[in-house]
């Protein structure tokens, strides 16, 4: 079965300190990965995908950045925190679109699923 | 742009009650997909439903399932015979598809409360 995994679960950085989120994902190939944030008590805003290695696209212009060295890992920075960078952030994989599909009425190879996310907080 | 609307902030319904969740959505695409997911107090997202815009039947998961009305572009929610465990935030989301990669656009949520 898949497993994804984040780390670390919580994070208190200091403003205009580095930060780097790191997600890998076990029993799959060549997953789709997304980066969400969100903010308390908020809905979830995407922040980046990929569908394979060094492919990044960017939903929101902001001082973060995403890397996907391997196939299932996906890596989310910033050289400078603000504080706005503060809330919850998830990391999320799916079926790559166009891969063997086998679809069936409960789910779709469009389905993400979302790891347990990491906690930061900037002061 | 697709959008997702999710009215009630929150919901407070007693135990074994059945209780229905709102979500409606706006779209041009023929072919979509709906998604609700429940986030407990511990923040990690699980999948509990899906729903295929060419699905003629509405999905069905255990307790679960998806009040589906195409026509009124809506998809709710509805939980049967409801448990403490159930208390959390509910989020219905939409897939759009885009570069080979299948983004979800989500909801604002609902914070269920089930009451014993």
């Known amino acids: 079965s898949q497993t994804i995994h984040q780390w670390p679960a919580t994070l208190v950085q200091p403003v205009g300190s580095p930060l780097s989120l790191e997600c890998t994902v076990e029993?799959?190939?060549?997953?789709?990965l997304y980066w969400y944030r969100q903010a308390a008590g908020r809905g979830l805003q995407l922040l980046f995908y990929?569908?394979?290695?060094?492919?990044i696209s960017s939903e929101v212009p902001q001082n973060l950045s995403a890397s996907r060295p391997q196939d299932r890992q996906f890596i989310l920075s910033s050289k400078k925190l603000l504080l706005s960078d503060s809330g919850f952030y998830l990391c999320a994989w799916s079926v790559r679109w166009g891969a063997l599909r086998q679809t069936n009425a409960r789910t779709s190879t469009d389905t993400q699923y979302f790891g347990p996310g990491t906690r930061l907080t900037v002061l | 742009a697709q959008k997702i609307t999710q009215t009630q902030p929150g919901m407070f319904v007693q135990e074994k009650e059945a209780v229905t969740l709102d979500c409606t959505y706006d779209t041009s695409d023929q072919s979509y997909g709906l998604f609700w997911y429940k986030q407990p107090s511990s923040g990690e997202m699980i999948f509990l439903i899906y729903?295929?815009?060419?699905?003629?039947q509405n999905a069905t998961e255990g307790r679960y399932s998806l009040n589906f009305q195409k026509a009124r572009k809506s998809a709710n929610l509805v939980i049967s015979a409801s448990q403490l465990g159930d208390s959390a935030m509910y989020f219905c989301a939409m897939r759009e598809r885009e570069q080979g990669a299948q983004k979800l656009v989500f909801g604002q949520g609902t914070r269920l409360t089930i009451n014993p």
């Open positions: 990929s569908v394979g290695i060094g492919q």
């Open positions: 029993g799959t190939s060549n997953p789709n």
């Open positions: 729903q295929g815009s060419y699905d003629e």
